[in-house]
């Protein structure tokens, strides 16, 4: 069970590194961009913590695609960047692959 709460934090850390790395406006905002490289390093810490026990395919499977939901909801909200149909689309299946990833793969 640890091993999916480290890979949350990582999941959390990614999110808050790109988050951080928009709003850095291309590291011309040192500070913002020296938080996102902080954020992207405790990322992979915690990543490779929960790659102990969690196959790496199925690992990587949630970690990039919560992620890349996450990181697109956070562009709608927080960027006002469209969206469409097609987006929601996408979404929908990256979603559905995570659950297939994870019902049709067995952990260590």
């Given at each position: 069970m640890k091993e999916y709460i480290y890979l949350l934090i990582a999941i959390i850390g990614e999110l808050i590194g790109t988050t951080l790395l928009k709003a850095s406006d291309g590291f011309s905002k040192l500070f913002l961009g020296m938080l996102a490289l902080f954020s992207y390093a405790s990322c992979y810490f915690f990543f490779s913590?929960?790659?102990?026990?969690?196959?790496?395919?199925?690992?990587?499977?949630?970690w990039s695609g919560v992620g890349i939901?996450?990181?697109?909801?956070?562009?709608?909200i927080l960027w006002k960047e469209k969206n469409n149909l097609i987006t929601i689309l996408a979404i929908i299946m990256i979603i559905i692959g995570i659950i297939l990833l994870n019902l049709t793969t067995t952990n260590k």
């Open positions: 913590k929960c790659l102990k026990t969690i196959n790496l395919g199925v690992a990587y499977a949630i939901v996450i990181t697109t909801v956070i562009g709608i």
